[in-house]
């Protein structure tokens, strides 16, 4: 086609694509209510909460301002629909409106720490390491003799994409799709009836509550559980406050790094522990499920983050004893 024949509007913005006018009107007030820090952080508090919700004792923590101040702002995010309120007794309690759940898990857990993190840096094509990616499946198709070359040439490939559209270190970006591809394929090739126990444990960025999860459970477990973790959006790099946290528990252990979830992780589990993100995982016959009610470290501050290292540590703990028959000498008390 000439360029003569191409209407001379066609790179002008298209009014009938940008949302319209009645959305927009209708969303701006919630924008707006949660242009807020402190009611950021309640709505945080409140999500996170260990019991569903929260108690306006608590949200009251959050801040040295009067009593005044905290109602007025859960009454803002009341009023946009964010949260819900009951009265008992004395105090009131505060739940993130059941329809706003999936929204407010998305801003806190997926919007929010990109937004304040470092922009990433962009990695380079698959074609710049085609020949290493060839040399890797190679290799590990001769570790993997039940399973077809052409499967693990896939693998290999899949491994690196879904590694690249996150991650921001391309140095290492070769040398974490073989540890990435490994475990897969090991998944692909396990027999769930035998063998030890397998445990699973998935949050969103797979930068925090997993990682400690996975980290305290291979610890405590020294082998007699094997312990993953993925992400259903995962995150570019470990949180910068679980960080510190994770060598603590494991040293410097530089296998961990945030890894999509995959389905062959899931049906390799012998039980999947989910944290904020439990319909993302697909029902396999013959896992166990669990959801972990636990916050979210990734935007908190070190006192928190400490807390929720310790909520896991004791979760984790009575997971352990689950698996572990209690006869086993090695099984913890």
Known sequence: MSTAAIPMNTCSPVPTHAIGEHAAAALAPTLKALADPLRLRMLSAIASDPRGESCVCDLAALADVS??????????????????????????????????????????????????????????????????LARLAGELAKAHPSLSADLVTVIVRESYTSLARSAHVTSDLLALTERFARQRLSDIARDRGAGVPQVLFVCVANAGRSQLAAAMLDREADGRVIAR???????????????????????????????????????????????????????????????????????ASEAGAIAIRDDIARRVSHLLDTLLPASDPGATA
């Open 229 to 299: 973790s993925a992400g259903s959006n995962p995150a570019a790099d470990i949180h910068a406050t679980v960080r510190p946290l994770l060598a603590e528990i494991a040293g410097a252990d530089t296998d961990r790094f945030p890894k999509p979830l995959t389905d062959d992780a899931v049906r390799a589990a012998d039980v999947v522990v989910t944290m904020g993100c439990g319909d993302v995982c697909p029902v396999i016959p013959g896992v166990r499920y669990e959801d972990w009610a636990v916050g979210d470290p990734a935007l």
């Open 67 to 132: 009593q005044p101040t905290v109602s007025h702002h859960l009454k803002v995010l009341r009023d946009v629909g964010m949260v819900t309120a009951e009265r008992r007794g004395t105090w009131v309690w505060y739940r993130v409106a059941t329809r706003l759940r999936p929204a407010v898990t998305a801003l806190l857990e997926s919007f929010a720490p990109v937004a304040v993190a470092p922009a990433p840096v962009e990695y380079r094509g698959l074609e710049d390491v085609d020949d290493a």
